[in-house]
C-alpha cells in the first residue's frame, strides 16, 4: 500500500511540473513591430531624399521575445503600384517609364536577443539614378518568423 502511495504522489507531481513547464514554454505568435513615429524617425511617410546624399535610416524594432533581422527594399513606384501600410497618401508625379531607377535590397544585422533596438543604418542615394516616387519597404522579422513589413511612400528628388 506504501508502495502504491509513493508511485501515485511521484507521478501526480511529475505531471504537475509538466503541465507548469508548458505554460513557461508558450509559443510566440506576436508580430514584430516597426515604429517610426519618433521624432527623429526617418524616412516617414511622404518624405523626401536626395540624389548624391546620404541619409540615416532610423526606426525603434521591438518583438516581445527576440528580434531576429531586418531588410530594407527602396524601388521606384514610377508605375503607382501600391505597398503602402500608412494612412496618409502622398501626391504622385506623373507615370512614367524607368531609365536609371534605384533599387537597393540590403540586410542589416540586430544584435542577438533584443527586444527592443534603435536601427540606425547610413543610406547613400546615387547622384545619377532617377528622381521620382520610391517605396521604401521595411521587413522586420523576429526571431520566431513572425514578419512585419512596413511599406512608405518616399520621394527622391
Request: hydrophobic share 35%; net charge negative.
Amino acid at each position: 500500500m506504501k508502495k502504491a502511495f509513493f508511485y501515485f504522489s511521484f507521478l501526480t507531481v511529475l505531471c504537475l511540473s509538466a503541465c507548469k513547464k508548458e505554460t513557461e514554454n508558450e509559443i510566440d505568435t506576436e508580430y514584430p513591430t516597426i515604429d517610426v513615429t519618433a521624432a527623429s524617425a526617418f524616412p516617414k511617410q511622404c518624405g523626401e531624399v536626395s540624389r548624391g546624399e546620404t541619409f540615416t535610416f532610423r526606426a525603434l524594432l521591438g518583438d516581445n521575445t527576440a528580434l531576429g533581422s531586418l531588410s530594407l527594399d527602396i524601388h521606384h513606384n514610377f508605375d503607382h503600384h501600391t505597398h503602402s501600410t500608412e494612412v496618409e497618401t502622398c501626391s504622385m508625379e506623373p507615370i512614367k517609364v524607368p531609365v536609371k531607377p534605384f533599387l537597393l535590397i540590403k540586410s542589416f544585422p540586430i544584435p542577438a536577443e533584443q527586444r527592443s533596438f534603435l536601427m540606425e543604418q547610413q543610406i547613400t542615394i546615387p547622384s545619377d539614378i532617377d528622381p521620382g516616387d520610391y517605396h521604401f519597404m521595411i521587413r522586420l522579422t523576429d526571431k520566431e518568423g513572425w514578419q512585419t513589413i512596413k511599406g512608405l511612400s518616399i520621394k527622391i528628388k
